[in-house]
């Protein structure tokens, strides 16, 4: 039997209607939606005024919405395999790396703000947890960063381009770290960087992974 769609969206306004599947297609390509991005910000309203029934349609495909109501930041996260994105190790390793540094950082903050690293704290940090051996060139730092960037997960300040080669160039660690890799305690953390310090491992899926239309 066809799903009657109507039905669905009869809490909804008649002219709300026509801007639900481009934000359902938003949610599920883009992975997060934050409210303090201008861009975001009226569709994340828009998400947050009708969760209920944001949650019924993603749900239909086997996704949930998820929520921080600490950061303001919606994500979508698929429950299958199918639609989960894979990682090398080194993309892994520095998403394992920024969410230490998010955590060690964020301690300091009394307010719902971002930390702010520097590149040469990324760096250091990434040689410690790998050691010298799995250091990396300037070119994959700035691949791996920019990717980063490009998910959501961490920004530079002023909108500056990111420039791996100055020590001092500061990066703001966005909440979606915390959903992405989403460890309670600093248990859960050193078990994450034992798994990951193994060099046999090439890829990996991590808990709150969205679809690869996401990356």
Known sequence: MALNTDAVLTDLPEKLRRDVPRVVNRLLGQTFLYQDVESDKDDYYFVHRYRSI???????AGFQLLHDDYHRIFQVVS???YCRARYRLDETLLIVVLRKLY??????????????????????????????????????????????????LIDTLDGRSID?????????????IRMILPV??????????RKYRAAGVEESD??????EAGE
């Not at 991590?206 to 679809?211: A, I, N, R, Y």
């Open 164 to 176: 791996v080669r100055d020590a001092e160039a500061r990066l703001r660690l966005r909440g979606s």
């Open 103 to 152: 955590e060690e950082h964020s301690e300091h903050l009394s307010l719902a703000n971002d930390p702010v690293v520097t590149v040469g704290e990324v760096r250091e940090e990434f040689r410690t947890i790998t050691g010298k051996e799995r250091s990396l060139g300037v070119i994959q730092y700035e691949t791996l960063l920019r990717r980063l960037r490009g998910m959501g």
């Open 54 to 60: 944001f949650e019924g349609l993603v749900g239909l």
């Open 206 to 211: 991590l808990p709150g992974d969205d679809d």
């Open 184 to 193: 309670q305690s600093a248990g859960e953390m050193e078990a994450w960087l």
């Open 79 to 81: 429950e299958y395999s």
